[in-house]
């Protein structure tokens, strides 16, 4: 079954600091795509970067960029230069073909980033 | 830009009501699901919505709970008859042939007293 794991209840950065969180994921399917989420204090769901197990190269998004290490099976989140913006709960996410796309999300990690 | 739209964004209801959530999805996807995340959890998949009918359900959407697509550009949720552990955050999303997109709405908090 397919499975996502993120081992990061919390975790703190420094503004303009870059942060990695962590996310590993289990499945037998050849095909699926993995998602990040960025969840605010008032609750909305925004995406934020997505990577396929096709793609050759790590998504990037402006200051978002995925690290895909597809032997490791883990997709971790970089977030470049931290912003007191960017404090909020992240979740990753995976879908695949024979889901109907439905997405399986981890237990997300709470950033929070000091001035 | 295209986006998911959520109907109301807070809910308030009394244990047994029936309730109904609205969702007005990205008008060429093709997918249509509901999500729903209790305080504080992470967010679970309830139902999946393709060509006017349910492609997969999770264990948690049961006999209560019903989604209709009314007039093609509608997609609802029905709770029968709410428990108090019905009062979570409902997200609705939806997505295009492929992988790579699947958009919420901002959400509808229901509270169930």
């Not at chain 1, 913006?85 to 237990?107: I, R, V």
């Amino acid at each position: 079954a397919q499975k996502i794991t993120q081992t990061q209840p919390g975790m703190f950065v420094q503004e303009k600091e870059a942060v990695t969180l962590d996310c590993t994921y289990d499945t037998s399917d050849p095909s699926y795509g993995l998602f990040w989420y960025k969840q605010p204090s008032s609750g909305e769901m925004i995406f934020l970067i997505y990577q396929g197990s096709y793609d050759q190269q790590n998504a990037t998004e402006g200051r978002y960029s995925l690290n895909f290490q597809k032997a490791r099976k883990s997709a971790n989140l970089v977030i470049s230069a931290s912003q007191l913006g960017d404090s909020a709960m992240y979740f990753c996410a995976m879908s695949w073909g024979g889901s109907n796309y439905k997405l399986t999300f981890g237990k997300g990690t709470l950033l929070t980033v000091n001035p | 830009e295209p986006e998911v739209t959520q109907t109301p964004s807070h809910q308030v209801t009394q244990m047994g009501q029936e309730v109904i959530l609205r969702c007005v999805p990205i008008s060429n996807h093709l997918y249509f699901y509901w999500y729903r995340q209790i305080l504080g959890q992470k967010v679970e998949f309830l139902v999946s919505f393709y060509n006017n009918e349910i492609s997969e359900k999770s264990e948690i959407f049961d006999d209560q709970f019903s989604v209709e697509r009314p007039d093609g550009s509608n997609f609802t949720l029905k709770i029968r008859s709410t428990k108090l552990e019905d009062s979570a955050m409902y997200f609705c999303a939806s997505s295009g042939l492929g992988l790579n997109e699947q958009f919420f709405g901002p959400g509808t908090r229901l509270t169930v007293l």
